[in-house]
């Protein structure tokens, strides 16, 4: 009985102004999606493309070699800067440290989120979710921070390095060329240290969702039929679970490959793309070249998400 009123009250309209409203979106659906998705659309639209479209056009114009002013004339001697060797090194430099800091986030985040979707229950489920998630609760600058005193010379790592005996190796280490350094804080290895740390949240949750959606059932069978472990991690086990691995990657390699705070305050004096962009920008004042650095990681993420989509990825977002 109450539909057929709802249905009545429609077909003859209300006489107030919300009435009225009201009942037109109801019969046009439409209307009323466009109307609710239409201003974050726009703001999508204007603020972040919006932007993004500015940046791009000002990487193709350049810096007049004298005056020092931008020449907003269309060319590509911005992009050929980047094939200058310096520039070109923080590039390579960049795209290494994030594909080590992944590939090392994954190997690290594997076996946790093992764990995590097949034996963990109850209240140790809450506590792996408090584990991962309590180093995202806290702030990023502290977090950075408090790696610089633990890697320090005079810090606590060095600290239990020499009460270990093992102060000889730590020396050994720190004297290789290119990763080494005068300390773990100022070297690529102590960079790469708080990258795996700080992004490794973003690589175990989708780790370990992906292994969830693998079937008990299916290792089970490959023991019954002779396959070691091994073989079951080689056949069964990692195939089903590689969405997620490259789920995570996306998040470690992406966020690697835009950060300018981790290498500002822990690492060498040589550059990584966010911070030259953010030195072309600021301190130079050469904009062109700071948009044309800013369309490398997106390029670069451009292609590794279209890689990513193929191998079925975002089914484990």
Known sequence: MSAIAQQHA??????????RVSDFLWKHPHVFLT????????????IYLGSLLALLLQSFFSIDDYSGLINYEFTLATYRQ???DANFDIIIRTILMAAIVTLFSAVIAFPIAYYA????RGKWKVIFYLGVMLPLWSSYLVKIYAWKLILAKEGILTWLVTKLNLLWL??????LPVIGGNSLSVSYTGTFIVFVYVWMPFM?????AALERVPTNLIEASSDLGGTPQQTFRHVLFPLALPGIV???IFTFSLTLGDYIIPQIIGSSRLFI???????QGTAGNIPLAAAFTVVPIVIMGLYLWMARRMGAFDAL
């Open 10 to 19: 429609i077909q003859t309209g209300r006489g107030s102004l919300a009435g």
């Open 35 to 46: 109307i609710l998705l239409g201003p974050p659309l726009l703001w999508l639209g204007i």
């Open 82 to 84: 980047l094939l200058n």
């Open 117 to 120: 979707a097949r034996y963990a």
């Open 170 to 175: 730590l020396d050994a280490w720190l004297s």
């Open 204 to 208: 175990i949750l989708p780790i370990q």
């Open 247 to 249: 789920a995570g990657s």
């Open 274 to 280: 966010g911070q030259a962009v953010y030195a072309q």
